[in-house]
């Protein structure tokens, strides 16, 4: 018996040596270089890795981000998840183990009408199985489990920096929004003014019930407006809320002047990214958990091997009652090895090298998808910040040319209402451009920070 078990593991061990190696990333096909683009960066440390809280430093926001990862559905489900994988990988170490079973009985026997006495008869096995399986099975089975648990772990950060960003992303809509119904709050009182002026130009025979007309149209425009963006901003409240599973309420916050574009926005060594960026990890999670499902499938065409062992105190020998009772052991030893099913089993290996090669292919996209993210990213803070001063300088100029229209208008009537409705759009129109591009520069340096990888304690 102990020859056979030997000349079984020593083939199986030999053929099937593939079967014990270890993912490794398959650094001929993934590679980093050039990622970035024109953004390339040389700096050991980027944006990315950064705490979320010296990025956002408005401590309304702060708290904010917090109630959110402490009361999100969706974090509390990932945190379930991991219990689950962590579960699954405990079953699979524990499958090294053998089972043991004891199942006492007794019996009562008595033959009628012959006046024998009862025959007490029992037995207290106890019995012994070890499945090994086939050759690496349960090795491979473990280290998947393990992939798995790390994929849900992947998760909740994905969860987490996801919701960091969309946090910030919804409380500085609402802080732009708020900026917004300020100027249009503003607006909407000149208009009133000129509206007033107008009408004492008709009774002065400077203006007619035409020029009246349309500027208390234009008031009611703006007046609805107002109630449109009060719209607004209350779904965006009512999002946020939702978010941190909260009934609907008001949400407190700050002005754009609490926050400061950091001034650290380098990329950082572009390997980094495989590291730091959530969804780079999990395809490359993926792909493991392929390798393992590859080794596993391969692992069918060896012999598994069976021990079974029992051990068992009766009285009960070949239907003898004997007392006392005597003591009773066995070994048992299988191998089963696949001899018609090599078919199916080739075409499931093939299938699981054919699903590697796809997964790998996903990772290389994924890898080049995140350099994209990142360029875009930070073309765009860069774009907003070269028409920042080009905005302002607009706006000024426009609010220095609805003073003047407006005093000629109301001097000596040698500019028309129509002018000065003109001057007036033209310099709301540059306000809120201005205010949009302020925003654009938020959203961009939060996208650039999620796509670094950042949001994670």
Sequence with gaps: MKKILT???????????????????????????GIYGAEQSGDSIGFGD???????????????????????????????????????????????????????????TKVLDQGTSLNKTYEFPVAISWQLGSMGNLRNSKKKAKVLLEQTKEVK?????????????????????????RLVEQTLANWKKTLEVTKAF?????????????????????????????????????????????????????????????????????????????????????????????????SQFFPGLNITGSLDWTNSLGGTVVNPGKVLSAVIASITQPIFRNGALRAQYKVSKLEMERLTLAFQQKVLDAGLEVNTAVRDIKNAEAKKPLL??????????????????????????????????????????????KLASVVSTITLYQALGGGVD
């Design 157 to 181: 950060l994905a969860v987490q920096t996801q919701l960091v960003a969309t946090v910030a992303t919804l409380y500085y809509n609402l802080v732009v929004l708020d900026e917004n119904y």
């Design 392 to 437: 302002r300088a607009q706006v000024e100029s426009l609010t220095r040319a609805v003073d003047a229209t407006q005093k000629l208008w109301q001097s000596n009537g040698s500019a028309t209402y129509l002018q000065v409705l003109t001057a007036q759009t033209s310099l709301l129109q540059a306000q809120l451009g201005e205010l949009n591009n």
């Design 50 to 108: 950064c705490n979320w809280r010296n990025i956002f430093t408005d401590p309304q926001l702060q708290a904010l981000v917090e109630k959110t990862l402490a009361q999100n559905t969706n974090m509390q489900q990932a945190d379930i998840a991991i219990q689950e994988a962590e579960a699954y990988l405990k079953c699979a170490k524990l499958a090294y183990i053998p089972s043991i079973t004891f199942s006492p009985n007794g019996k009562l």
């Design 202 to 298: 008709m009774k002065a025979g400077y203006a007619n019930a035409a020029a009246v007309a349309s500027t208390e149209a234009n008031v009611y425009s703006i007046e609805t407006n107002l109630i449109d963006l009060k719209n607004t901003i209350s779904d965006l409240e009512f999002t946020l809320c939702n978010l941190m599973r909260e009934t609907p309420h008001h949400i407190q916050r700050g002005t754009f002047d609490s926050w400061r574009t950091p001034a650290m926005v380098s990329t950082g060594v572009p390997c980094r990214l495989l590291e730091r960026r959530i969804d780079v990890r999990q395809a490359e999670l993926e792909l493991a958990a392929a390798f393992y499902d590859k080794n596993l499938a391969l």
């Design 7 to 33: 000349i079984v593991l020593s083939t199986a061990l030999l053929s099937g040596c593939g079967l014990y190696k270890n993912y490794e990333r398959p650094a001929d096909r993934i590679s980093t270089e």
